[in-house]
T-cell receptor, first 115, second 115 residues
Framework: TQLLEQSPQFLSIQEGENLTVYCNSSSVFSSLQWYRQEPGEGPVLLVTVVTGGEVKKLKRLTFQFGDARKDSSLHITAAQPGDTGLYLCAGALGVYGGATNKLIFGTGTLLAVQP | ETGVTQSPTHLIKTRGQQVTLRCSSQSGHNTVSWYQQALGQGPQFIFQYYREEENGRGNFPPRFSGLQFPNYSSELNVNALELDDSALYLC??????????????FGNGTRLTVT
């Protein structure tokens, strides 16, 4: 059972455009992480959000955790070809008060930024 | 600091055979998790090992088994391979099981093809 749904599944945009990727669930997560994965490589952590309503910025990337901790969004401003990759959200469902080591991954959003 | 390394990088097996995949965790990390990523999908949690003991398992049959060694390296064994086992198998290590400040560090995976 896939608990995290991402939309859109695919996105092809021109350099300089803005975009938003959504990650939705009916489950409450103790924390949520966003990863980027490039072909032939493992996912690389971008950010972890923990508190409902939290907003984090990483250069041109803005991440938001929903108030109810069931959903999240990733917004990229002025996308560049180097942003191309598979974006994955992952929710933590663990013991030990919210350990992030057991993650439920979303379905992924494949982003292609054309120069 | 040496990252997570996995071997082999690619593997082709026949249905019914057995396979062992190996993972060396990042220095200082005592927790290893294994994920299966089918083509076009997000990773699915298989199981996690913490200090040589299994600490949680996803929805995978018993023919998926694992080990963690005293140096915290790990193996994933799959018996009676099926065609649907074809996927990228990712290993991830982390320094602490119980904190959201303990992100997962992924290896580049082993691409398993079952024919």
């Amino acid at each position: 059972t896939q608990l995290l749904e991402q939309s859109p599944q695919f996105l092809s945009i021109q350099e300089g455009e803005n975009l938003t990727v959504y990650c939705n669930s009916s489950s409450v997560f103790s924390s949520l992480q966003w990863y980027r994965q490039e072909p032939g490589e493992g996912p690389v952590l971008l950010v972890t959000v923990v508190t409902g309503g939290e907003v984090k910025k990483l250069k041109r990337l803005t991440f938001q955790f929903g108030d109810a901790r069931k959903d999240s969004s990733l917004h990229i401003t002025a996308a560049q070809p180097g942003d191309t990759g598979l974006y994955l959200c992952a929710g933590a469902l663990g013991v030990y008060g919210g350990a992030t080591n057991k993650l439920i991954f979303g379905t992924g959003t494949l982003l292609a930024v054309q120069p | 600091e040496t990252g997570v390394t996995q071997s082999p990088t690619h593997l082709i097996k026949t249905r019914g055979q057995q396979v062992t995949l190996r993972c060396s965790s990042q220095s200082g990390h005592n927790t290893v998790s294994w994920y299966q990523q089918a083509l076009g999908q997000g990773p699915q949690f298989i199981f996690q090992y913490y200090r040589e003991e299994e600490n949680g398992r996803g929805n995978f049959p018993p023919r998926f088994s694992g080990l963690q060694f005293p140096n915290y390296s790990s193996e994933l064994n799959v018996n009676a391979l099926e065609l649907d086992d074809s996927a990228l198998y990712l290993c991830a290590s982390s320094p602490d099981i119980g904190s959201y400040n303990s992100p997962l560090h992924f290896g580049n995976g082993t691409r398993l093809t079952v024919t």
